[in-house]
């Protein structure tokens, strides 16, 4: 029978193979030359000790802990191998704790959205040349948006000991690509060196104008024995006072304020950290002036009657005296820019008109990327931290009001609390424009999420540029810094589900709901976020705001096609998520996240989303798909 039959001499069996052939030459290829000192198996010579007490990347994770880092992000990569096995072994992986992430650019994004939630950076690792270069949209978005992003890249600078892989992950000034949009950076020769900049960078990060850093630490330092760590001191780090605006000049802006008939505060990224909130709804009751916030970060309750900002253009237009609070763009908020056939500017405010602005952003400036914008015609600048200059600001303004002036005020609140509150019923009423119509208006989204959370600690952790910011801004009532984050600096998609993830991550601790109204061409860019939040039991809830395509550059190309006379029906062409639909529940679901949708019928909303909500809740992230039209 065949199956008795014997091999014959040309054939060999799988068990002899393996136990004659491929066990015997790999004998021969392991075999010492002759000469050779034979060795007990286990046992190294002198010259080839693997291990050691401790490494040059001990040290480097003794000076990360003293900084305070909670997290660190990273795409795993051979250039920082050694600090990596230094963090979850000799650091035990707690302060930090490592987060694994499927992309640079989520790495920085995270550490973006973490610390407008949290307040302090997060640690971010990348890989050599490559690594830098996938997380430099990122690491733009973090200096648009001045956000102290803490980043350090593994580099072969000793071209002798490379591997062939290292030559183009290596370089000689590896923070080239990126140093235009960097605060600092710098690449130790020594651990010393590494001590004192990795402090030094920290400190640069968080002192306002804050922004990004980089420190570039060499592989050989990193996986280098140490001879005696208590020769290695740990840098201390002490914080600068914030810059405060000279005390005339504060002086003469409380002149000017307490003189207005009509005074506005715009509040852009002024809220540094939560005392800010409350120092602004103080000026602005002592003043009873109008505040528009800009929505950089969360300077002033929504519901507040002296918010004025769901009618910002009308308020400027009245204003005598209009001051900017960290205003990214002044020169926009006083000016309007007319984008059709010819580009026309013209002025907001009234003849006559005093402007102030209390930035940071005089004090440090850079030339190559123009996020600076234009410079706006103003009476008087204060190069200044705008939350620090707030308290000497109100004392001010309370010693130059007199009681004929804070009957003034007193009147001119109650005006502004009527125009605030009929702005907000315009705002419910046009919210109730197509409530039953499928695809679903984000009106609607955003109702019936409000609806659900509420009564939770709730974070908006999502971004701002786009219709995930606008209705929740007229609809919800936001009243705690936490609750609003702001948007991406520079615009570049591709932030949203990672800063997302990363301010939920913030959240965690204190018990805070954290819910993402997340569009869909932001979550294509990157998104294996959504398995990290699933591996990392980060809570976040991911409401898809699904208009299937890149709907404001749909509205660019057909304002080209309008201005050519060439007609609107082959402007969506190029720019539509169509042919296939992008179903994100299996997307979400295939990545380990509890997922419900594609949500077209208004009524299966709700329940889809409280089913959602009890995930979240439990601990773990869950995403409803919704198909919504396009704004």
Not at 451 to 480: C, H, M, T
Not at 588 to 608: C, E, M
Request: contains cysteine.
């Amino acid at each position: 029978m065949a199956q008795n039959r014997k091999p014959s001499r040309g054939n060999m069996e799988r068990r002899n193979f393996l136990k004659n052939g491929m066990l015997a030459g790999a004998a021969a290829i392991v075999r010492p030359a002759a000469g050779a000192a034979q060795q007990t198996p286990g046992a190294a010579s002198e010259a080839e000790v693997l291990t050691t007490d401790t490494c040059g990347s001990d040290y480097m994770v003794d000076v990360i802990k003293s900084l305070g880092f909670e997290y660190v992000c990273a795409n795993p990569g051979s250039s920082f191998r050694g600090l990596q096995e230094s963090i979850i072994n000799y650091g035990g992986n707690r302060s930090p704790e490592f987060i694994t992430n499927c992309h640079e650019e989520s790495s920085v994004a995270m550490g973006h959205g973490y610390f407008k939630a949290e307040g302090k950076p997060l640690a971010v690792l990348a890989h050599g040349t490559v690594g830098l270069q996938h997380a430099s949209m990122a690491i733009y978005n973090a200096w648009c948006d001045r956000v102290p992003v803490y980043i350090i890249i593994g580099n072969y600078v000793d071209a002798a000991i490379r591997r062939p892989a290292e030559w183009y992950h290596g370089v000689l000034d590896a923070a080239a690509m990126v140093r235009d949009y960097v605060k600092w950076d710098d690449q130790p020769a020594s651990l010393t060196h590494f001590g004192e900049s990795a402090v030094r960078a920290y400190k640069i990060a968080m002192t306002p104008p804050m922004a990004p850093v980089l420190i570039s630490a060499d592989a050989e330092l990193q996986e280098s024995p140490l001879g005696s760590k208590t020769k290695l001191a740990v840098p201390r780090l002490t914080m600068p006072a914030m810059p405060q605006g000279e005390a005339g000049a504060v002086t003469e802006l409380a002149r000017l304020l307490v003189a207005a008939e009509n005074p506005v505060l715009v509040a852009d990224r002024l809220a540094r950290t939560p005392a800010a909130m409350p120092l602004l709804i103080e000026l602005a009751e002592t003043l009873q002036a109008a505040v528009i916030d800009q929505g950089g970060r969360m300077n002033f309750p929504s519901l507040h009657p002296l918010n004025q900002t769901q009618r910002a253009a009308a308020a400027i237009g009245e204003a005598d005296v209009v001051v900017g609070l960290e205003v990214a763009d002044f020169w926009a908020t006083v000016n309007a820019l007319r984008d059709q056939l010819h580009r026309s500017t013209r002025k907001v405010t009234k003849p006559g008109a005093k402007l102030a602005t209390v930035t940071t952003g005089d004090l440090y400036i850079r030339s190559n990327y123009q996020d600076f914008r234009r410079m706006a015609d103003v009476d008087l600048a204060i190069a200044a931290d705008g939350e620090a200059t707030l308290p000497a600001l109100i004392e001010a303004v309370r010693r130059a009001s007199t009681g004929d002036r804070k009957r003034v005020f007193q009147q001119r609140g109650a005006k502004l609390a009527e125009a605030s509150k009929a702005a907000r019923e315009r705002m419910r009423e046009a919210a109730t424009y197509a409530w039953d119509a499928s695809p679903l208006s984000t009106a609607r989204v955003a109702a019936e999420v409000w609806a659900q959370i509420r009564n939770e600690d709730w974070s908006l952790v999502s971004n701002y540029y786009s219709e995930a910011g606008v209705w929740p801004r007229r609809l919800w009532d936001f009243n705690k810094p936490y609750q609003w984050l702001g948007h991406a600096g520079g615009g570049g998609i591709g932030y949203g589900a990672p800063s997302s993830v990363g301010a939920a991550l913030a959240n965690k601790k204190y018990g805070r709901f954290s819910v993402s109204l997340q569009t869909d061409g932001d979550l294509m860019y990157a998104p294996g976020v959504l398995w990290t939040a699933a591996h990392h039991r980060i809570p976040l809830l991911s409401v898809m705001l699904n208009n299937r395509a890149y709907h404001q550059e749909i509205m660019h190309i057909q304002r080209m096609c309008n201005q050519r006379n060439r007609g609107v029906d082959r402007g969506t062409m190029g720019s539509t998520l169509t042919d296939p639909n992008i179903d994100f529940a299996k997307l979400a679901q295939g990545l380990g996240v509890y997922a419900d949708g594609p949500i077209t019928d208004p009524k299966d909303l709700g329940p889809a989303l409280r089913r959602a909500v009890a995930t979240v809740k439990r601990g773990e992230p869950a995403l409803v798909d919704v198909v919504t039209q396009a704004r």
